[in-house]
């Protein structure tokens, strides 16, 4: 056999199988959770769900936050073709892949799983409030900033999402369901 040959055999993969296919799995779930229990669905975007981002943290703090920033990339992707609430190029960045992408920063915080969620759904919450307060600044009501409108709107879905992801990452943490897998 040629050293090229040998040199092929030994590439190592970016994404092994396995992981690949948790990717999969989790992405899936996430995305049966978005449509199943979807109970409060905003005008302009956005909807509270019972723990519909808790599959994507989960595996951003089991698989740390490469694979968690690449799973929510998919992740917002899917929703992008589920649910699109298109109005810009440059809005539809903001709003699908950047800000799911940001679940994967709970990947950050393993040993302080709460902490991930926390900072995972801040970052998803602030590329909202950049994609409101630029792209949505014409529906602002008179007189009121675009930042404090975006803040509100944006804040009124992400934050009962925060208390929901928490409580049920808080319950796998306890009940050592999170840690079996990390």
């Keep these: 056999m040629s050293t090229t040959k040998k040199n092929i055999l030994k590439v190592k993969p970016i994404i092994r199988t396995h992981v690949l296919a948790e990717i999969v799995i989790f992405i899936a779930l996430g995305t049966a959770l978005s449509i199943a229990t979807r109970f409060m669905v905003f005008p302009q975007g956005g909807s509270i769900t019972v723990g519909?981002?808790?599959?994507i943290l989960w595996l951003s703090l089991r698989r740390g936050p490469k694979i968690g920033i690449f799973t929510g990339v998919i992740y917002g992707l899917v929703q992008l073709a589920i649910d699109p609430m298109v109005v810009y190029p440059t809005q539809v960045l903001l709003d699908y892949p950047l800000a799911y992408g940001c679940l994967g920063f709970a990947g950050f915080f393993k040993n302080?799983?709460?902490g991930g969620v926390v900072g995972a759904l801040m970052g998803r919450f602030v590329m909202h409030l950049?994609?409101?307060?630029i792209f949505f600044a014409n529906l602002t009501p008179g007189g009121m900033s675009p930042w404090i409108y975006s803040a509100l709107y944006n804040g009124s879905y992400m934050l009962p999402e925060l208390v929901i992801s928490i409580c049920f990452i808080y319950l796998l943490q306890k009940s050592k369901v999170l840690g079996v897998y990390m």
């Design 112 to 114: 302080l799983p709460v």
């Design 52 to 55: 519909a981002m808790v599959p």
């Design 130 to 133: 950049f994609s409101g307060a």
